[in-house]
């Protein structure tokens, strides 16, 4: 078991499982996504089981966190926790349902993956669907909740590491640097090769309108 660093920092560590502890409930799950918002690639969704006031030093939010920070992290939370899964939604699965209910899709895969049983499902932010479990949103849940932290960070990473690998089948758009995101590198790829078969056509409908 890990434990937290003395001083603030253990402190700050400690406030993380201030929701956990209000609800009463065992086990509770955190659930996260990552790339909403890019122009590329799946959306990817993380559930974790950790056990009660675990610390894990560092962890937070992944967007508050570097690269190598996350990668650090990413095996504690897996050799660590009572259960884990990851989810995945295409980008033609995104095109087909939109990019709001893609985000369920692959929340409810990485739930279906778990190998217990959770009472309650944390849900990063304030949007919920039916998943056949008890939920509560939690808006800015990837910095309150450590459940929801862990899930922010297994979400990340597996999301980078898939759009590095598809970054060496279509090495001209740079998606290893950016990740699918619509930075202006990405558009000026764009621009000069069009889509590829891992763009999200509906993301991409006003950029070519505007041409």
Known sequence: IYTGDAGGAAMSELTMWEIEDSLGLHPICGV???GRGPLAGPVCAAAVILPEHLQIPGLTDSKKLTDKKRRELFPIIQEQAIAYGIG????SEI??????QATFLAMGRALE????????ALI???RETD?????????KGDSLSANIAAA?????VTRDNLMMDLAQKYPEYGFEIHKGYGTKAHYEALRTYGPCPIHR?????KFYGEK
């Open 124 to 126: 990063d932010g304030n």
């Open 113 to 120: 993956q778990l190998s217990v049983r959770p009472a309650l």
């Open 88 to 91: 995945l939604a295409s980008e």
């Open 131 to 139: 998943f056949g479990l008890p939920v509560k949103t939690v808006v």
């Open 32 to 34: 996260d996504e990552a």
């Open 201 to 205: 056509k509906t993301f991409l409908k």
């Open 152 to 156: 922010s960070i297994l979400a990340k």
């Open 95 to 100: 095109d087909e349902i939109n990019i709001l």
